[in-house]
Every structure is written in C-alpha cells, then in structure tokens.
C-alpha cells in the first residue's frame, strides 16, 4: 500500500522539478510559437485553396470513395482545430527529443492521425490528411532547427571547451547545469580558488636530457596533476609547457573550494616526490593557491574559444607558485579560509605588476619539513 504513494509523490517532485526547469520552460514557450505559427500558415492555404491540387491527389491515392456510398467532407471548422491540435501536440513534445527520437515520434503522430482519418472515412465522413500533416511537418522541421541552432551547437560548443578540463563526471554536471538554464557562457562573477603549478625546473633539464624521455616525463607530470585536480572536483583552465592553472568552485558550486584546492595541492606534492626518487629527477613543483573574485565566460572568436576567466586572484596564484623556494604557498584569503588545523607559516610578502600594495604570503609547512625548515629570500 505504501508504494503507490511514494511512486505518486516521486511522479509529483519530478513534474514539479520540470515545471521549474527554464531550459523546458523556453521549449514548451518556442515549440508552442512554432506550432501556432505552422498551424496558422497551413490554416490561410486551407483557406485560400492554394493546395487544392495537392488535396485532391492525397485524397485520392488514399481514400477512393465507391459509387455505392456516399460521404460528406470534414466540417471546416474541425479542420482547423485538427489543424492546430496536431501542431501543438508536435510544438509540446517534439523539443525534448533528439533528432532520431523526434523523428519516431512525428511518425507515430502520422500513423495515429491517419489512423483517425481511415476511421473517420468508414464512418462516411472524408478527412483531408494533408493540411494537419503539414502542420505536423511544419513544426517538426522548426523544432529541430531550433533545437540544433539553440541548444545542440551551443552544447557541442560546451563540450569542446570543458572535455578534457574536467574530469567525465564533472562534465556530465557542467552540461546538465547548462541545460538546466542556469549556467552563462556570456560572463558571471565567481568566488574561486586558484592553483598555479609551476613545473620551470624543467626548463633546466633541456641541456641535460634526452628530448623524447624529457617531454614523455613532461607529459606524465601534467597528466599526474590533473588527475589529481579532477579527482578533488577542479578543473584546468590552462595549461603550457611548464604551467597549469585549475579552479575550484567554477563552474559547479563547492563547499569548501579552498581546502579542496590545497588537498590536491599536498597530494600534488606528494606524488611529485615519489615520481622524482623513482626516475632520479631534479624536479621539484611550486604551488601557489589564492582565494578571490573573477570573471568567468566563453573568450575567443567564431572558431576557437576556451571558457577562461579574469581576475587578479590568476597573477596572485601564478606569482605565489614561483617563489623561489618551492611549495605550498596560500594567500592570506586561502589561508583564513582552509582552517588552523593546517601548520603554516608567514612568507615574505609579494608585489602584483601595476598594484601598489602588497600581498601576504602563506607557506603550507609539508611532513617533510617540520624538521628542518627551508629559508627563502624576501622576495622570489
């Protein structure tokens, strides 16, 4: 007995939850307009006579009235309103469905009208199929284009941008967001966190090493810290030869953004460690994490753009990364933020190019160091 009532109450929270929805809002809004706007145009052809021709040829490849019986047409009126019935069922239920879906469903709407129309001519009564099948037809092609050119070109345009920024699971929540409306590739303000690797110590290897081996450790370094930022819910927005940049709360919400950052952060530091006994490399990564607002959205032109973000909190993590003594160093943002549970200690202070205050600066104290600490000048 208590099953039909939670089945009920599951079927009531998700129509409520479709009603809220805006991206099924604006498709039930446009798909009802297209649907008007068929059923109009195929009602002022109906009226004109302008496909007479066409009706009378439909009329006869289908229906084939026998001398024996005699049959009255469709009243005027019930055309119309067959007209705009069948045009606004198509307008409400075609533009939640991909193309092939859509395309099955339009089929079954034919099947089922003419299905009506051959009842109706049994019963004496001659159904011209053509006008309600224009109208089908009609809104069928308006709804798909509108469905490529507003939401799949904008949704493959996500996907090029955010695939391989993010880890799989993240991306399927970053287009759900979008389809739910509430994600702007046009700019919104964020509170984020930053992380700046810096992997320059590479650069000191070019003379010493092989190419193929240099760029193949290159790669599995970068490969090592992005599934490290995926796997704490970030994302890489940028990424060089010997720098990488991830976010955390953008362009999904997070709760404690900047103390994922700095988990992924230590992890970072801590796989870097093993790789560099393990292929006896001179390689140590600088990280810089700021806390701070930016601008978020699509930059680029008609045929290259990356979702990138503005905002100093970028320069602030890059410059804090390459401090001359590598680690872990957090803004004073970061550091209020991530708690007193984590040993840290006041660094010299640094500079932004064209701001005349400074910033503080906060090492992250590692294992490895609370023996020994690691002196740093005063500026990197």
């Known amino acids: 007995m208590g099953a039909k009532p939670r089945l009920l109450e599951k079927i009531s929270l998700r129509v409520h939850a479709l009603a809220r929805n805006r991206r099924v809002q604006a498709r039930l809004e446009l798909g009802s307009a297209i649907a008007l706007a068929a059923g109009l145009f195929i009602v002022i052809l109906l009226a004109g006579g302008v496909l007479k021709p066409l009706e009378t040829f439909f009329t006869d490849?289908?229906?084939?009235?026998?001398?024996?019986?005699?049959?009255?047409?469709?009243?005027?009126?019930?055309?119309?309103?067959?007209?705009?019935?069948?045009?606004?069922l198509a307008g409400a239920t075609l533009p939640h469905l991909q193309l092939l879906s859509a395309t099955g469903l339009a089929l079954l709407y034919l099947l089922f009208y003419l299905t009506y129309a051959f009842q109706q001519f049994d019963a004496g009564i001659l159904v011209q199929p053509i006008y309600p099948l224009l109208a089908l037809a009609l809104t069928f092609f308006g709804v798909m284009l509108y469905r490529y050119w507003a939401e799949d070109r904008p949704r493959a345009v996500m996907d090029r941008m955010f695939s391989g920024n993010t880890a799989p699971d993240a991306l399927d929540q970053v287009i759900r967001i979008y389809d739910h409306?509430?994600?702007?590739?046009?700019?919104?303000?964020?509170v984020v966190t930053?992380?700046?690797?810096?992997?320059?110590?590479?650069?000191?290897?070019?003379e010493?090493?092989?190419?193929?081996?240099?760029?193949?450790?290159?790669?599995?370094?970068?490969?090592?810290?992005?599934?490290?930022?995926?796997?704490?819910?970030?994302?890489?927005?940028?990424?060089?030869?010997?720098?990488?940049?991830?976010?955390?709360n953008l362009p999904l919400d997070q709760i404690n953004h900047a103390r994922a950052a700095l988990n992924a952060a230590q992890e970072i530091r801590t796989e870097t460690r093993a790789r560099v006994r393990a292929h006896n490399l001179?390689?140590?990564?600088?990280?810089g994490i700021a806390t701070g607002a930016v601008v978020a959205g699509r930059i680029g032109n008609s045929t290259r753009a990356?979702?990138?973000v503005i905002g100093d909190v970028i320069t602030l993590a890059e410059r804090l990364a390459a401090k001359r003594a590598r680690g872990i160093y957090l803004d004073a943002r970061t550091q209020e933020q991530?708690?007193?549970?984590?040993?840290?200690?006041?660094?010299?202070?640094?500079?932004?190019?064209?701001r005349p205050e400074t910033y503080s600066a906060w090492r992250v104290i590692e294992a490895v160091e609370e023996e020994k600490m690691i002196e740093e000048d005063e500026f990197p």
Do not use: C
């Not at 930053?194 to 070019?206: C, E, G, T």
């Not at 819910?233 to 720098?243: E, H, L, P, R, T």
């Not at 040993?343 to 064209?354: A, F, K, Q, V, Y």
């Open 282 to 287: 001179d390689v140590q990564v600088g990280i």
């Open 61 to 88: 490849l289908f229906f084939t009235p026998t001398a024996t019986l005699t049959r009255v047409e469709q009243a005027p009126l019930i055309q119309v309103v067959m007209i705009f019935l069948v045009a606004l």
């Open 338 to 354: 991530v708690g007193s549970n984590v040993d840290t200690r006041e660094s010299s202070p640094i500079r932004l190019r064209g």
């Open 181 to 190: 409306g509430t994600l702007s590739l046009a700019g919104t303000r964020r």
């Open 194 to 206: 930053a992380m700046s690797i810096d992997l320059r110590d590479f650069d000191a290897l070019v």
């Open 208 to 248: 010493t090493s092989e190419p193929r081996a240099l760029i193949d450790h290159a790669n599995n370094f970068i490969k090592m810290i992005a599934a490290i930022v995926f796997r704490h819910k970030g994302i890489v927005i940028q990424q060089s030869g010997n720098a990488l940049i991830a976010l955390w």
């Open 306 to 308: 990356t979702y990138s």
